[in-house]
């Protein structure tokens, strides 16, 4: 069997095994990153990626619709014919940008599908190749994540889909049901509504965006209903979803039953644990459903790592990069005990959303100043047709930390990304806001007087 | 003569005004504003807010033009007739809102216009009104400032137009020649170039937006060239402009003349001096340019302070919001000596530009390092069509403190603003790059790998 030594393994070319690749090999460490997609992995090619241009294109249309110039015309329905060729290239350009960077650092590449035999050993079998062994000083295990099914709420591909499918879709339903109200149910039943098509959003949960303050959520929810016309059902759980000819039927759990031509799943993303042999997996994700953290990125086997959605929720970009520095740095011997971080959760709707907590202080029930702030009076906001949206925090009343804080509104994730800095680096809600930002920006609900 | 007596009376209604005056009703001073325009002042009513509804219209246009969909037809001309209403309702809507904030705190609004005759006196004449007496315990300048014309480089209000006219045009000309490359000859040249006008820029500097660092700034020039169609001809000073019938002359230092059928003059701002009789005038601007400050906000005399354009420059909203809060500390005793703040300087094109130092450590000529980094693999910004811009740093060598930072590309200002709040809060750029911010936004250019 070929074999290769290496010192960092890393297992999955996503955003988040990518990310440790680049950090571990301007360590001077030697690096392979085992993949079965191209640079970017999933997020790039078929999830994170697509939805971005949905959502972009959708905004783009939606705002040339409601330009406030005379004697434009634009066609009654939106063209999705040539999406999935936008897409693709898009996907192609970042994923070989990327892949530039990568050959520039010397990192190895190898196709294929791991399997970790045992710590430091994996074995990678590709198409048309010889096995090969690959032993390594440290495993990185960054596999990522995919849509979660259930029998009954499964797709078909074709009138029942899933984000997967959003890379070839070329015609748009005039009725679509969304099931489920998270991140990607909220991002692209808001692309639907802006390009047309009638959405109804169904959610076993109370709110839109569970995670986010109710308070925002609800703002999010009636501006969404009567800005973009999205009908919306909380507290409602899907029992069944069957296709019937050209429609689609989801049954609800009280029985009741709602038709529509289409049926997009987002009921949660489930980690993709087939990177170990059972034996592995038992001991690295004893709970069959995340492989579990011990010390910062440590699994419970000696040098074997894990970053990313394989980790666990929040399932973001920005959480899997920051796992990746973390495990570079332990598998250096830099770090013994890597600290949490305070990380900004976005939502890329327009206008956008976005929260972030503190990573040990949030959830302790400290006495907390509750601030609600708004875009009234803001030029940014209303330059963007956009006065509406608000900024909800939880300061400690103790020392004026920031424990929580959701945005909904212009720019929403580049104003939460300032209180990201604050957070991580003990800036406190009175200091954040004394000097103003430049005007006008939608960031000044941060630095504005009152 | 009828007499008022006040802890503060604030002399400008503009956004440095205005911000002093909540500031000081928030601490439980009494407070009048003198202001002969409707609260936002100038900036409201004839410069800053115009300029940004232009931007974002002319924007808009633009993106419709180059919008990746089949099917729509645009005129091929630009219709400004709704403009002057467009604006004067954002005017109203954001003076308004102020109005209201300002009526809350119970915030004294004078019409007239004010003479500062001694510390702590001020008579204010007025339209159909008694004078009055203004006795106040503090005084704060906010008078702003004016464009700046010469005897041969002046408007005549049709042809040779100022930013004061744009309130009111209705028709665009074909040609355009823009006198000036500061932050509004460059917005204004990229409004009328992205709107369909043939615009030539004329200035004495070497490069548009001198402030800007060289690197960025021609990065700027060399995409407003080809991706705006904008003629740019630095160095080049200009000796008069003369209207000619229908057409304009430019006459430049060299005695070569360039013809349109409009020049827009944008050669800087002079700070309003008019708010006191020449005797204090003397003794607060002795150089008879801006009104010199001693200690934080103070002048030459016991209780006068000054905060904005009045001030010098650079000339912007937050620098006078973060006077007029400073201002406000040193009158109530809060703060004895400000210590200055690093301020976001932004010039609102598309893509938007922005630049900060470090307000102590930047001209001091200590050893840096520079970093030149770019949009290249940032998804926000493929996303806006935008993989150029950059971001260029100096970094102290000593302490890894930024010291100074310029940006050119999606979010500059936001982008910016994080580094802001890092070098008022002395994070270093190493730490700031620490902990990745949300994908996909443009603002991970600052905490990208690499």
Redesign the interface.
């Known amino acids: 069997m070929r074999s290769i030594t290496i010192d960092v393994a890393i297992i999955g070319g996503g ?1 988040g095994g990518t ?1 440790a690749a ?2 571990a090999a ?1 360590k001077g460490l030697s690096v392979a990153v085992i993949s079965n997609s191209p640079p970017g992995g999933r997020a790039f090619w078929s999830s ?2 697509p939805s ?2 949905w959502l ?2 959708a905004h ?2 939606e ?2 619709r409601h ?9 009654r329905q ?2 999705a014919s ?1 999406m999935p060729e ?1 897409i693709s290239r ?1 996907s192609q ?2 994923s070989e ?2 892949w530039e ?1 990568l050959q520039q650092l010397g990192i190895q590449w190898i196709n294929g599908t791991a399997t970790l035999t045992a710590p430091g050993e994996i074995s990678v079998e590709g198409e048309n190749q010889a096995p090969l062994r690959v032993q390594a000083r440290a495993v990185i295990i960054a596999s990522g994540s995919l849509p979660r099914f259930t029998p009954d709420i499964r797709p078909d591909m074709e009138r029942i889909i899933a984000p997967r499918l959003m890379t070839r879709l070329r015609t748009l339903p005039r009725t679509l049901i969304m099931i489920g109200g998270g991140v990607t149910g909220t991002e692209y039943a808001t692309v639907f509504a802006e390009l047309g098509v009638n959405v109804t959003v169904v959610t076993d949960q109370p709110q839109l965006l569970p995670r986010l303050d109710p308070e925002v959520s609800h703002a999010v929810e009636d501006y969404f209903r009567t800005a973009k016309g999205i009908h919306i059902r909380t507290n409602t759980p899907v029992k069944a979803v069957k296709r019937n000819g050209d429609a689609v039927t989801v049954t609800l759990a009280n029985n009741e039953t709602l038709t529509a031509e289409m049926a997009f799943i987002a009921i949660g993303r489930v980690v993709d644990l087939k990177f170990a042999t059972s034996e592995i997996l038992n001991l690295l994700a004893p709970s069959g459903t995340v492989v579990e953290l011990h010390n910062g990125m440590a699994t419970a086997l000696d040098g074997v790592y894990a970053i990313g959605d394989v980790t666990g929720g929040p399932m ?3 959480r899997a ?2 796992q990746a ?1 973390m495990a570079v740095e332990q598998i250096a011997g830099q770090v013994k005990h890597p600290e949490p ?6 939502v ?1 709707t327009h206008p956008p959303v ?1 929260r972030i907590h503190h990573p040990v202080r949030a959830a302790t029930g400290e006495p907390c100043e509750r601030y609600s702030l708004n875009f ?2 803001n ?1 940014a906001a ?2 963007h047709d956009m006065p509406a949206g608000k900024l909800v925090l939880s300061v400690s009343k103790k020392d004026g930390q920031i424990l929580e804080a959701s945005a909904f509104g212009p ?1 929403a ?2 104003i ?3 209180i ?3 957070i ?2 003990g ?1 406190s809600w009175s ?2 806001r ?10 000044e609900i941060l630095t504005a ?2």
Chains 1, 2 share one sequence.
């Open positions: 955003p990310e680049q950090w301007r994170l990626l971005k241009i972009h294109t783009r249309w705002q040339i330009a406030p110039f005379d004697g434009i015309t634009i066609p939106f063209n040539t936008r898009t350009q970042q940008q990327l960077t973001m970009v920005n990069r920051w520095r971080a305070a990380l900004t959760e976005a890329f976005a009234q009076g030029l209303r330059l720019h994730p580049e939460i990304g300032v990201q800095l604050a991580n680096h800036i200091e954040l004394r000097i103003p930002l430049p005007h006008p920006t939608a960031a007087a009152g």
